[in-house]
């Protein structure tokens, strides 16, 4: 998975180097993003925008599950805890 400053998320099969799908939500750069360390049961990406929101997006219907606000600049960095129902982000 990759993002850049076109707020594109691209989601990349490596072995046959072609992109998969986009995921198009974020209205500004998007600095970071990851899959949740369980991805066999939740099938998500998470991504930290200039736009400051996260976003949570399900992989599998290609779609935005939730936007979450709080921050008043940007975001630069998100992490999901990796045992519990958290993210952290900064």
């Not at 993003?33 to 929101?53: C, G, K, R, Y």
């Not at 805890?81 to 982000?89: F, Q, Y």
Request: net charge neutral.
């Amino acid at each position: 998975v990759s993002v850049g400053d076109d707020y594109k998320i691209k989601v990349w099969d490596y072995k046959l180097r072609r992109c998969l799908f986009t995921l198009l939500g974020h209205l500004d750069y998007i600095r970071t993003v990851q899959f949740h360390p369980n991805p066999s049961q939740f099938p998500w990406i998470l991504s930290a925008s200039d736009d400051q929101t996260l976003r949570l997006w399900d992989f599998n219907k290609r779609s935005c599950l939730s936007v979450l606000t709080g921050h008043n600049h940007y975001v630069m960095c998100a992490a999901f805890h990796p045992s519990e129902d958290l993210i952290v982000s900064a």
